[in-house]
């Protein structure tokens, strides 16, 4: 079956390059998010698309981060000039429409991002 | 400012013995709590739910505990297996998608 999937599953960078990671959602599948786990953390959100619109972009640390959903579909999270402290696994999730009352999300495998 | 938190980065437990984790959360406005549990290098996959208004919600060997007043929850797991061993994340929600996790317990099952 075809489950949430995640590339690159590994991503080494030098600080100050970009990187961008992307997420292919469970088809019909309306809703998307990004969070990421740095060593020692928790789950920490980032944003959440609802169709190709993101109504919480509340969770981007900075203005470095953003992120973009096209067709409802793949997702693509970048960050711009990277810093050390953006090494963690970044993951996605997706869920049935989730407007109004909590759906369960499935997660993808992550990103491993590593900023020398 | 953690609003949802576990506070035993780790726990061991023999098998076939009770497992509790534990987990506090400070937001009067969520009202729905969910457990996922996470093995290396895969994602989290949920594990069980509980809505605020029930106490209580059990599936199989595994059963969340909800006390409202202390804004405390637990997940029981009994008995416990080799193959529970994985990070335990509790996370909550006011009742729609962004949902706020804690920073995970890791479970040893001792065989």
Redesign the interface.
């Known amino acids: 079956g075809a489950g949430?999937s995640q590339s690159p599953s590994n991503k080494v960078t030098e600080k100050g390059k970009d990187v961008e990671l992307r997420c292919d959602p469970i088809s019909g599948h309306t809703?998307l998010?990004w969070?990421r786990q740095s060593l020692?953390?928790?789950?920490?959100?980032l944003i959440?698309f609802q169709g190709n619109s993101a109504p919480?972009k509340s969770g981007l640390p900075s203005d470095r981060f953003s992120a973009e959903r096209t067709g409802g579909s793949v997702s693509t999270l970048t960050i711009q000039r990277t810093q050390q402290e953006d090494s963690a696994v970044y993951?996605c999730?997706s869920?049935l429409a989730?407007?109004?009352?909590?759906?369960?999300?499935?997660?993808?495998?992550?990103t491993r991002l590593t900023v020398l | 400012d953690?609003q949802?938190k576990?506070n035993s980065p780790s726990l061991s437990v023999q098998e076939g013995r009770i497992s509790i984790l534990n987990c506090d959360y400070t937001n009067s406005m969520f009202d729905?709590f969910l457990w996922?549990k996470k093995y290396p290098?895969?994602?989290?996959?949920?594990l069980i739910?509980i809505s605020s208004i029930k106490d209580k919600n059990e599936d199989g060997r595994f059963t969340v505990f909800l006390n409202k007043s202390a804004k405390h929850l637990s997940l029981h797991i009994v008995p416990s297996q080799p193959g529970d061993s994985a990070v335990y994340?509790c996370?909550a929600?006011p009742?729609?998608?962004?949902?706020?996790?804690?920073?995970?317990t890791k479970l040893q099952v001792i065989p």
Do not use: C, I, R, W
């Open positions: 949430v809703a998010y969070y020692g953390q928790g789950l920490e959100f959440y919480d993951l999730a869920s989730g407007t109004v009352s909590y759906n369960e999300q499935f997660f993808g495998p992550g | 953690q949802v576990q729905y996922y290098a895969e994602g989290p996959t949920f739910s994340f996370a929600t009742g729609y998608q962004k949902v706020t996790f804690g920073t995970g």
